[in-house]
Nanobody
Framework: QVKLVESGGGLVQAGGSLRLSCAAS????????MGWFRQPLGKEREFVAGINRDGDSIYIADAVKGRFTIARDNAKNTVYLQMNSLKPEDTAVYYCAASWSVSISRTPQEYYYWGQGIQVAVSS
């Protein structure tokens, strides 16, 4: 059974930091590109960051570039999203997802497995 389990979310003041983790099981983690998406209340899910299988290539969405970064540890089957200088508009449910794509995809439809999501709330 494939599981992606996010952790590290919560409530933080604007300007603060959080690090999300996503632990994978039931898959050969190193064969999947990984991505983070978010969905603010009442809005569509949007791509935040992606990382390729080896971890040597990343893509960060313009909305969070310079504040967020993504990394992975294939030995621990875990992908991370480091979020700095958080803003109220970063408030959303954050999801990690796994994709067979060789390159980093920004399209949710190219991700096969999803975590249950974790809430991040940033107060002003």
């Amino acid at each position: 059974q494939v599981k992606l389990v996010e952790s590290g979310g919560g409530l933080v003041q604007a300007g603060g930091s959080l690090r999300l983790s996503c632990a994978a099981s039931g898959i050969t983690f190193s064969r999947y590109a990984m991505g983070w998406f978010r969905q603010p209340l009442g809005k569509e899910r949007e791509f935040v960051a992606g990382i390729n299988r080896d971890g040597d290539s990343i893509y960060i969405a313009d909305a969070v570039k310079g504040r967020f970064t993504i990394a992975r540890d294939n030995a621990k089957n875990t992908v991370y999203l480091q979020m700095n200088s958080l803003k109220p508009e970063d408030t959303a449910v954050y999801y990690c997802a796994a994709s067979w794509s060789v390159s980093i995809s920004r399209t949710p439809q190219e991700y096969y497995y999803w975590g249950q999501g974790i809430q991040v709330a940033v107060s002003s």
